[in-house]
């Protein structure tokens, strides 16, 4: 790409901003866009619709085979078939229109920010407004946005696995190379989609968007469907074996009514009709739409979910591994107290902490370096620029390492500093025993106030010299202790995770109020695999931990069975992340590489964030078993229904235009509103749901009751109606409407383990909504001429006490249950209370 902007050291000025945007856009890859229209034909790609296609196949067949002659009226069940079609395709429409919405909305709550230079101020902004000539930083952990020159750069090392297929880091340089290099030759380049590993640098910007090297290959980045969660792919598992059921009770049916002397089409329709309500052939699309609408919520409460099987997992949850500071903290670093080894070097200790440090006032880079330069601006002290950083600081090497030329400091004019945990700084340091002894003891009567303590060196003639200590205060946030209070109610236990020393994470945990032993990470690698899994029981605090700790606690508490919930910010934190049930990364202050491979983002960053998440997992698995409880105790009344009125000589009960109309009145609108329930009360004072529950345990004997109850009064309406000698259209008004009412009111049943009354009938107003609608259109049927096309006929005011009699007894049955005092397995709350 070839560029015109002005090359200079303070980036790019609003001039050459606007100029750049009107001619090379946004960058941004162009994404595989699904028209309204074929997502509307998506609809019908599925087996259910094709066994209706089939029935509107034979009712438009039909009248060419029968002896009656051909008119308009023998056409209008096809026609009303063809209309429920239509419907039931624009609700599906309607419900995954919503699911891309909610998952568009995702994408742009997670998309990634840069730091650059513009106008010689730094900026944060968001990765799709970078411009070709934009001076961009990065730093470890930094996932890079577009493509660019390298200008600076400090032991810069890249995975650039996406493009090349080399797994191990590549070492960048300011040094030029040849352009017709392979892109691993290409040292002075960094490419969109590749990932800072080790170091810092900054790089101008010259390519963006399509032109980038991964915008040019687009098998690499072209848009895929989100895979299944485990939880869709058991409901359609049981959709499937719940249809093979069906279609095998149909054939029954089919082969009952051909030897009581129905004819073959006719009863065919019949079955076909059976076969469309039955099948909850709905459950996968409303299992999508509550989890979509999930993620929206979630996102409200600053919990960005990037995979919907985290949904599933967090309702599992059993144990929190949080980091301490930022998660349990403010990650607000304040300085509080300091400790010279030489009193009139307060200022020189003061300058260290400001000079070695990479941050930016007022708010660019990490917390703590930021407080130090907060700090050194209050003594009005001005920091000395980086000339190189020898080490920078990592996890596993807790110290940091700079060089800086500066006439006046020393003969040579340059010095090195050193920054980091008292103990690395102390094993690095030349210091006489009683100078080693004051600053270990200093160390511990800081940490044991629950400050983060930081040793400052300089190296002279190739040896360390301790300066000093700086103490820095990091408060709990607020409801932090609340929240993991309510996390024990829940049965989830919460470890604490730090790199910080044992006696600051105890100080803290003791104001959170965490209980439990500590432990420290040298500790850590003298356990095997077997010996930390029994002792995992007993701690609830690992201090001076790496990453690689992080998976040996992983793998430690997953092998006890534990469902875990683990926290991380780093580049190293990606494996525990990753392996983690569910891992958490940091919004505010994670690096791209920890977001990538977590399965939740944190906007704010806070312990009780994560808490709230795991009430609303709990609350969405809740209300998926809520809705499929629903579906399936209504779906099969329908055929025992038929077949006994068909074993007994009956005249059929329904019409293929009834079975297809209550299955349009009853399955879709109340059970996406059953997915739309308020979190029980007791939601998080329960323990946690074994992995293992199926979504139908204890559920079983309570469904065949429902289908009996069903099929009971139905029947004895049927019968008692046939008897009386009323038209069959009369008797089918009665049962159709009885069909209809009766599940709409189990829907109320559903909603809560507790009785009606506590919950408050009319505190779901979507539920409310999605009855009264099917209530409303079923009236309409039978009071006015529509009721004429579905071969019907009005019924008598003792029909209607009848119907409505009926109709409540499943609502009445299932709430008495709920008070009755005995261990109700069969309750939706996903335990065995």
């Known amino acids: ?319 929190i591994c949080a980091d301490k500071t930022g998660t349990m903290t403010q990650n607000r670093m304040k300085v509080v107290e300091t400790f010279v080894i030489t009193k009139d070097e307060n200022n020189f200790l003061t300058l260290i902490a400001a000079s070695c ?127 993991i209070a309510q996390a024990e109610r829940a049965g989830i236990r919460t470890l604490m995770i730090t790199g910080d020393h044992r006696d600051t994470a105890r100080a803290i945990a003791l104001q959170v109020g965490l209980k439990g032993e500590a432990l420290q990470g040298v500790d850590l690698d003298t356990f095997d695999d077997a010996e930390l899994c029994l002792r995992v029981k007993n701690i609830s605090i690992f201090a001076r931990v790496s990453p690689m700790h992080k998976m040996k606690i992983l793998k430690a508490l997953q092998c006890e069975g534990h469902v875990v919930a683990m926290t991380g910010d780093g580049v190293n934190d990606a494996p525990a992340l990753k392996s983690a049930h569910v891992g958490i990364a940091m919004g505010a202050s994670g690096t791209d590489i920890a977001r990538e491979a977590a399965s939740i983002v944190l906007s704010d960053d806070h312990y009780a964030t994560i808490v709230a998440a795991v009430q609303e997992g709990r609350r969405i698995y809740d209300n998926i078993r809520k809705f499929v409880l629903f579906l399936l105790r209504s779906n099969f009344d329908e055929i025992l229904f038929i077949m006994a009125t068909i074993v007994v000589g009956m005249p059929l009960p329904y019409l293929p235009l009834h079975i297809l109309w209550i299955n349009l009145m009853t399955d879709g609108l109340p059970a996406l509103a059953l997915g739309l329930e308020k979190a029980e009360p007791d939601i998080m004072d329960r323990p946690p749901r074994k992995p293992s529950e199926d979504i139908l345990t204890g559920q079983w004997w309570l469904l065949i009751m429902a289908v009996l109850l069903s099929f009971s009064v139905a029947m004895g309406l049927y019968t008692w109606e046939l008897r009386r000698g009323i038209a069959i259209e009369q008797a089918r008004a009665a049962v159709l409407t009885l069909a209809v009412f009766f599940e709409l009111f189990m829907a109320f049943s559903v909603r809560s383990s507790k009785p009606i009354f506590s919950v408050g009938f009319f505190s779901n107003r979507w539920l409310l909504g999605a009855v009264a609608v099917p209530f409303a259109l079923q009236l309409l049927l039978i009071f006015t001429p529509l009721r004429d096309v579905f071969h019907l006929a009005p019924i008598t005011l003792l029909e209607w006490g009848m119907v409505f009699i009926l109709a409540t007894s499943g609502f009445v049955l299932f709430e008495l249950l709920k008070v009755i005092p005995f261990k109700r397995s069969y309750i939706h709350d996903g335990s065995s209370t």
């Open 357 to 483: 440090n990479r941050a930016q006032l007022p708010d660019i880079g990490d917390p703590t370096e930021i407080g130090l330069l907060e700090y050194a601006k209050d003594k009005g002290l001005e920091r000395l620029n980086i000339d190189q950083e020898i080490v920078p600081f990592t996890s596993e090497e807790k110290y940091m390492k700079t060089r800086h030329r500066s006439t006046g400091l020393t003969a040579s004019g340059e010095q090195i500093f050193l920054k980091g945990a008292p103990e690395k700084i102390l094993s690095l340091a030349v210091s006489s025993k009683q100078e080693a002894e004051s600053i270990f003891q200093k160390n511990e009567e800081m940490a044991r106030k629950g400050l983060r303590v930081l040793a400052f060196a300089i190296e002279e003639q190739g040896k360390i010299r301790i300066i000093g200590l700086i103490g820095m205060e990091d408060p709990p946030r607020e409801g932090v202790k609340e929240a």
């Open 1 to 319: 790409m070839v560029t015109s902007y002005t090359e200079q050291v303070d980036g790019l000025n609003e001039t050459d901003i606007q100029r750049l945007r009107s001619q090379y856009g946004f960058n941004e890859l162009p994404e595989k866009q699904r028209s309204l229209f074929a997502l509307f034909l998506r609809q019908f790609c599925d087996i259910l619709v094709y066994i209706l296609l089939g029935a509107l196949a034979l009712s438009v067949l039909m009248p060419f085979v029968e002896s009656e002659p051909i008119t308009i009226r023998s056409f209008l069940d096809a026609g009303v078939i063809l209309t429920i079609l239509i419907l039931n395709a624009c609700l599906g429409f309607t419900q995954d229109y919503k699911a891309e919405q909610a998952i568009a909305l995702l994408k742009k709550l997670t998309a990634s920010r840069c730091t650059v230079r513009r106008g010689g101020e730094i900026r944060i902004i968001p990765s799709r407004e970078i411009l070709p000539g934009d001076l961009v930083f990065i730093e470890t952990g930094d996932r890079i946005s577009a493509d660019g020159h390298l200008q600076q750069e400090s032991h810069l090392e890249m995975n650039e696995s996406s493009l090349t297929g080399e797994s191990i880091p590549s070492e960048k340089t300011v040094d030029p190379t040849a352009r017709d290099l392979p892109i691993a030759e290409q040292k002075n380049m960094v490419f969109a989609g590749t990932f800072v590993t080790r170091g810092s640098g900054e790089y101008r910007v010259s390519a963006i968007g399509t032109e980038t090297q991964i915008g040019k290959i687009a098998q690499m980045v072209a848009e895929t469907e989100e895979p299944e969660t485990p939880l869709e792919v058991r409901l359609r598992r049981l959709s499937l074996l719940i249809g093979k059921v069906v279609l095998g009770l149909c054939g029954l049916v089919i082969g009952a009514g051909v030897l009581h002397g129905f004819s073959f089409l006719e009863i065919l329709l019949v079955g076909v009709s059976l076969a469309v309500s039955a099948v909850p052939e709905g459950l996968p699309a409303v299992v999508t739409v509550c989890m979509a609408i999930g993620v929206r919520r979630m996102a409200r409460k600053h919990a960005l979910v990037r995979r919907l099987e985290a949904l599933e997992a967090l309702g599992n949850v059993t144990v």
